[in-house]
């Protein structure tokens, strides 16, 4: 058994591939399987992975399919990955090159199910640095989280135990992923140093804003109707309520308001309000958000049928 198994989903990225990869072969943690999965890649890709394949063969799983997404690829990777702990890296993202042996030591230290580190979001010409909250219990955990997949150490008995993978075929495929996985992680740990290079390219999928804003409506459903089937909404109803309420009033809307087209545009915060006032309706006397001070929580109690409608105005102006 290896340490750890990283998931590299490799999709017409020839013009990145080799910053990641060569980020992964020379990590200080030597008992490391790197898993590439060619999700169907119709330009050079394959050729530049090969180079990589040649040089590294002790350490490189390569694996083709047919084009199904990136969630599909990384359920691919886990049928493969025989590591203790598993990670997921993005092909056009890079890590730190001592990323894995320090997450990998604290897991084993702290006898944890999931570590969590911090990150640079990479601009072409300014790092923003992403730090964490830490959490202690699974409720601030569903509040808190990050929900991202590549900044995270899992333990792989638990995704096997649990069947939990990326939803097929959606956008926001982390979002479901973290959320159904939280009730099964008893113990997180934190690396505070920025381990990961979020890249922040203008033509990337999560800059993209079209009628596939809407999929966040199938995910947190499907989030809700996991909880529900595995007796667990109760145990966790508030957070989900707030969760639900934060992504639709807050990064949700904020994206929904830069689609250009109009009829898209109306019809995808129709359903926004629509949709949380129906879910949840009485979500404005959530006792996480009533006690919120945030600047994030502030605004979310200031919505209301008629201001919903302003914001949505001012915010797609403050957006051009």
Known sequence: MKKVSVIVPVYNVQDYIEKCLDSLVYQTLEDIEIIVVND?????????????????PEKIIYVEKENGGLSDARNYGMKYATGEYIAFVDSDDYVEKDMYE???EKAKKEDSDMVECNFYWEYPKKLKLDKGIKYEVKQDMLVKVRVVAWNKLIKRSILNETKIEFPKGLRYEDVEFTYKLIPYINKVSFVTEP????????????????????????VLDNVIKYYEENKLYEEYKMELEYIYTRYLLCSSFLRIVKIKDKKVRKQLLNETWNNLNSRFPNWKNNKILKKGKSK?????????KITFKIYGKLFRIKKQ
């Open 296 to 304: 994030k929580d502030r605004y979310i109690k200031s919505v209301n």
């Open 40 to 56: 169907g890649s119709t330009d050079e890709s394959k050729i530049v992975v090969q180079k990589y394949i040649n040089k590294y």
């Open 102 to 104: 320090k997450m990998y």
């Open 195 to 218: 381990m990961v290079h979020y890249i922040q390219r203008q033509n990337s999928i999560s800059n993209i804003q079209n009628s596939r804003n809407g999929e966040i409506f199938n």
